[in-house]
């Protein structure tokens, strides 16, 4: 069985035995003990013991292999001065799909009218994070100090840290030279721990999925099945049809083969509902199977995992119909026009700031004029949409990258339609490991 497979086997099984765990945890017939073992030993032990350590391991490696694979990728183009051109392409594509999401959210939910017969608690209560100033956001993704920002993981000062650094190499001469070849053999030791990470996925993914769902069960999506359902089908829609038109007409290429290559991206993505942590493996898919070269791989990745937010961009949008509708507000088009606005620019306005979806979706409420505690109606639900959303948007960086890529001349396109490229990534691990025991024989 293909590592892919392995790992939406874990993925299923984790939620059919979490769901399971659920449903016998909350029986009336569970004794005291059986309870106890279940939500304590097994729950909130085993699987937290291992879903954590296996988030943590793909926290690990996202700066050093962001800062490594842009400092690549800008020495390399630091000559040609097409950073300039990259960039640009990227921000309007991220920029550009926020917008079209978004707006796809707001006219499907609208049509639909998901809290239009919704009888909900509507005093709940939800206090919203203050986001910061935009001229503090400006100036907070420049480094005062880049060890420290790696430290913190602050994805964008790092990127700037590293677009510089990178720049300077292609400018220094022999030193230059000397360097980027080092930070080119430590690019890949650093994908090569990837691929040892990625032969452990199946069991990571099983625990975290399996933990969700036994705390949570699928109960909760029944309370807001029309807002649940409404949002996962522009998601899916968004994430398959808009992505694929725009592959299609940008690039001629397939996006059936595009999409066929990204289930292993989606099932990290859906279980650990974050950008950041499965950056290591949408980095990898993008370069070894998509045929991305690093130039562009190395600087649309990282920069999509930071600010693309088409996933959060579309929640947004359903959320404020499903608010407005539930307390009875009736939404001008100007109304409409400034949540379109105020989500496309906040994608890339708090980008940096934990728990963002519900910050920008607090700012794109009291913009439009709606009661922000609204946002407690919903929150049942936001985990398990916040997993889909996340795989929308690493399918996003993906397409951008091969966009950007194509138009750029920097795109293998034998490796995109190869159907076996990098489908083992663990067996260059035990290559490495069968070398290392014969040298020692």
Known sequence: MSLTNRILLGMLAGILLGSLLNLIGHGSAVDGTLRTIIDEWLVGGVFDVIGRIFVASLKLLVVPLVFVSLVCGSSSLGDSARMGPIAGKTLLFYLATTAIA????????????????????????????????????????????????????????????????????????????RMATYFSDLEVVVMKMVGVLMAFAPWGVFALLARLFAEMGLGAILDLGAYFLTVLGVLIFHGTVTYGLILKTFTGLPPKVMLKKMRSVWAFAFSTASSGATLPITLRTVEKKLGVHNSVA??????????????????????????????????????????????????????????????????????????VEGIAL??????????????VNVTGDATASVVVARSEGQFDEEVFYDPDADAHPESAVADSDAAVAGSRA
Not at 378 to 391: F, K, Y
């Open 298 to 371: 190395g600087f649309t990745i990282p920069l999509g995992a930071t600010i693309n937010m088409d996933g959060t961009a579309i929640m947004q949008g359903v959320a404020t119909v499903f608010i407005a509708q539930v307390y009875g507000f009736d939404l001008s088009m100007t109304a409409y026009i400034t949540v379109i606005l105020t989500a496309t620019l906040a994608s890339v306005g708090t980008a940096a700031v934990p728990g963002v979806g519900l910050i920008t979706l607090a700012m794109v409420l009291e913009q439009a004029g709606l009661p």
């Open 102 to 177: 978004v707006t796809v959210a707001l006219v499907v939910a609208v049509f639909i009218g998901p809290g239009s017969s919704v009888q909900l608690d509507s005093s709940a209560a939800f206090v919203a994070t203050e986001p910061p100033p935009l001229k503090e956001v400006l100036v907070n993704i420049f480094p005062a100090n880049p060890i420290k920002a790696m430290a913190d993981g602050e994805m964008l000062q790092i990127i700037v840290f590293a677009l510089l650094f990178g720049y300077a190499l292609s400018r220094a001469g022999d030193a230059g030279r």
């Open 378 to 391: 919903i929150i049942g639900v936001d985990r398990l949409l916040d997993m889909v959303r996340t795989m």
